[in-house]
């Protein structure tokens, strides 16, 4: 039974595995921590051709009253530590485990009826009933960085040599996330003087009461920082990957 409240108007990131075959174990996690595990009573075929609905149930189309983003299919139990490791990354094919997807739905369609599978296995869906299509504001990127602890504090160091940390301050929260997007943010909306910037840092906290934390950038590396823009830098934050950005 799950107690962690995910109907608070925010992201969460939830995974339920299946270990140990019949008589096994069914668990799962929301937002990277354990909420619980039962033993696994059920029985019958490893496959079948029954169709797989995402956001309501088989024979009833009902919507759910939320939003979802990249849904992902393993044919293996993941760690609590896998799951940790890709709940704020997007996956690619240089995942280790990328060979176990059975199917991966990014939802980055901007329209259409299609909702296509990132795996070569070409498990494409269909939308039905008309959900609606928005920019997501998921806390995820190509990048990351994560710390499970009493005071816990993540930094993201990009390829290129410019890192993020965040260390949290207050709030007694279970974990940080520190994400790295290595693409143009989706709007420049509110920043001025982006320039040819295609990258940007996120930050994922995980429960907590009112939590709070502290973000240090170093730019050392960032190639569009020279010694004769360093004085006119601007920081900009927004709450998430779909908000506007603030000076």
Not at 131 to 157: D, E, H, K, M, R
Not at 177 to 203: D, K, Q
Not at 215 to 237: D, H, I, Q, R, W
Request: include cysteine; proline fraction near 4%.
């Amino acid at each position: 039974r799950c107690t962690t409240r995910v109907n608070d108007d925010k992201w969460h990131h939830i995974a339920a595995t299946r270990t140990g075959g019949n008589n096994g174990l069914l668990s799962i996690y929301i937002d990277g921590v354990l909420e619980g595990t039962l033993p696994d009573n059920t029985t019958g075929s490893t496959s079948n051709n029954s169709p797989l609905f995402i956001g309501s149930r088989y024979g009833n189309f009902s919507r759910l009253l939320g939003a979802i983003d990249e849904v992902r299919i393993w044919n293996i139990g993941l760690t609590q530590t896998q799951i940790r490791e890709r709940m704020c990354r997007k996956i690619s094919s240089s995942d280790l485990l990328y060979s176990n997807l059975t199917a991966y739905y990014n939802f980055d369609e901007s329209a259409g009826n299609s909702a296509f599978d990132g795996t070569t296995n070409n498990n494409t869906g269909a939308r039905i009933t008309n959900p609606v299509i928005q920019t997501s504001g998921a806390p995820i990127g190509n990048l990351t960085a994560f710390n499970y602890s009493v005071s816990p504090n993540a930094t993201l160091t990009h390829p290129q040599g410019e890192s993020l940390q965040a260390t949290v301050t207050a709030g007694s929260p279970s974990g940080i996330h520190v994400y790295g997007v290595t693409e143009a943010p989706n709007t420049v909306s509110g920043a001025l003087g982006t320039g040819n910037n295609n990258r940007y840092f996120g930050v994922f906290v995980v429960r907590g009461t009112s939590p709070q934390y502290t973000a240090t950038y170093n730019y050392t590396g960032n190639p569009n920082v020279t010694a004769l823009n360093e004085t006119s830098l601007l920081l900009y934050k927004r709450t998430d990957n779909a908000a506007t950005w603030d000076n």
